[in-house]
């Protein structure tokens, strides 16, 4: 167990970890601005992954022509999740559980359908950047380089969003009082499906940018999604940069603990940190007061 | 109670008892049979849901628990049924109680978050701790228990034991609901601040409440385990969870009638979407959407209103 094998695995975890973030920022900013836990930010984030796999083979667009129109398309998805299933329920009473509710609908409805359509099988979405290098002594892949790039660079844009354009305060001005939001004269049905847009674009970007890591298929969504719960649990809703660093964070203690430790317990490792961590700051690590 | 509910009741009863003899196929009394046990985990499920109002995604453990418990000692040990499926009860209550003790001092969706990462921690457990829980090799053979020389392992036999499980749970969290202690619970959902002014202990009783909660649920995964005979790491996944919630929320949570209406519909619905073929469990999402859309207070409570409103006002006037 060398010094390049801890390298090795600290990539892997930084590399993971991102993409994690990438995905719990969707579900964090719903869960924030909404007040939804959308079941279905999962299989949005694998529908994003196979619309860029059936574009790019029927299409014959490259990776970035299939990532557009994917992201498109799920940001509409979005909009339309957002209008079904969310917005009928506004204002009635139990909405966190109702919500909960018609979003796993949803999340049945696109998993099953996605089998039905596709196939229940893995899909390679090629990239053109799947060389693998040595740099120092570790083995890194482009696809995973280009992964932690874009998603900082998404990170970056969506925080310059949020806080210096007029629609972006207006989303955290709605994420922070519905009644003072709408006070000031801001539509929240429209801030409401902007919400669902955008996180839905975010999803299905995480799903393109893994898809060529980690396969396409329909159960993908599953397994992130709890890894999404622990990440927004452990950031503090409505945290940006808390997502990112608790995504981080799980990358890291995932990868190391499962290397050095026991690969068998890494799940219950992430989640016993989690529970700790909630008994101890309940409120998350990066939630500001008030 | 009116005299017309207590008719209804009356029956209900009686046909609960005669499912076997008017639906002749095994298979359909097959059903019946998984609805009484999911009947029963949606009841538990709405103890804490409904009567408490507070959240938990970990429920499917503490079903998966009780199996595993029942099954892992009548398959290892050789304990007759008859005491192992009391021991998973008892056994998934208590660690329904650490699990209440530890986590209800969290509210909302971090209490739900929490609760999930015990049912996730467990279930890594159940998968890895081969020597005692088999892992993924399954436990199988799990017998079914036995009533003189006769074992309980026709769909017959066995409606009439979940059956009487059923009755005594509906019996018991009826009386707790009258109780002080159901009407403190009461309290504490439609506000919590106000209860704890009018000086209830209101940690205590959710913590107790979460515990009859785990004791059932355990039961329920028990009664599932020596039912179906085969059990494994699957039997804790989140699809439990989800179906419980399907069925208390769809049938209205905070009744009873609402997760016996829930879970006949959360059985019977699927297997006539048998129809749509492969397209059977996204229908059902649809369903689902539809249904928390148009009613979101529950079907139940919608036709006691639709049948105070017709029926009721009919015969008065």
Known sequence: MGWSQLRQQIFYGLTNGMAYALFAIGLSLIWGIVGVINLAHGELYMLGAMLAWLVGTTLGLNFFGSAIVSIVVLGAVGILCNRVAVQPLLGVRNFLLLTLLSTLGLSMIFMNGAIVVWGDISREVTTPFSEIIKVGGIQVSGERVVTFAITVGAVLLLHFFLTRSKLGKALRASAQSSFGARLVGIDLKRIYALGFALASALAALAGILLAPIWYAYPHMGQAMLIKGFVTVILAGLGSIFGCVAAGLFIGLAESLFGYYISVYYRDAFCFLIMVIILLARPTGLFQKAG | ?317
Request: proline share 4%; net charge positive.
């Open chain 2, 1 to 317: 109670m009116t005299k017309q509910r207590w008719l209804a009741n009356l029956l209900l009863l009686v046909v609960a008892i005669l499912v076997p003899t008017i639906f002749k196929t095994p298979y359909l009394v097959h059903l019946f049979v998984l609805s009484g046990i999911f009947a029963l985990f949606s009841l538990a499920y709405d103890i804490v849901i409904g009567m408490m109002g507070q959240f938990s995604f970990g429920h499917q453990a503490l079903w998966g628990l009780g199996a595993y418990i029942s099954a892992l000692l009548a398959v290892d040990t050789g304990v007759s049924p008859w005491f192992t499926i009391p021991a998973g009860a008892i056994g998934t209550g208590i660690f329904g109680f650490a699990m209440g003790w530890i986590s209800l001092r969290l509210r909302g969706a971090y209490l739900g978050i929490i609760t999930l990462g015990f049912a996730v921690i467990l279930q890594e457990v159940i998968i890895n701790w081969k020597t005692v829980t088999h892992g993924w090799l399954q436990v199988l053979r799990i017998p079914a228990p036995k009533l003189g020389d006769t074992a309980l392992n026709t769909p017959f036999s066995y409606y009439y034991l979940v059956l009487a499980f059923l009755l005594l749970t509906i019996y018991f969290i009826k009386s707790i609901q009258r109780s002080r202690f159901g009407r403190g619970l009461a309290a504490l959902r439609e506000n919590e601040q106000r209860a704890i002014s009018l000086g209830i202990p209101i940690f205590k009783y959710m913590v107790v409440a979460f515990t009859i909660s785990a004791t059932l649920s355990g039961l329920a995964g028990a009664l599932f385990a020596h039912y179906v005979h085969t059990i494994n790491p699957n039997t804790l996944a989140t699809s439990y969870l989800w179906a419980a919630l399907i069925i208390v929320l769809v049938g209205g949570s905070g009744t009873l009638g609402g997760p016996l209406i829930g879970t006949l519909l959360f059985i019977f619905v699927p297997e006539w979407l048998r129809m749509a073929a492969a397209l059977r469990f996204a229908v059902f999402g649809i369903l689902i959407v539809v249904c928390v859309v148009f009613v979101p207070e529950g079907l139940y409570p919608r036709l006691l209103s639709l049948w105070n409103r017709f029926i009721v006002s009919r015969v008065k006037g």
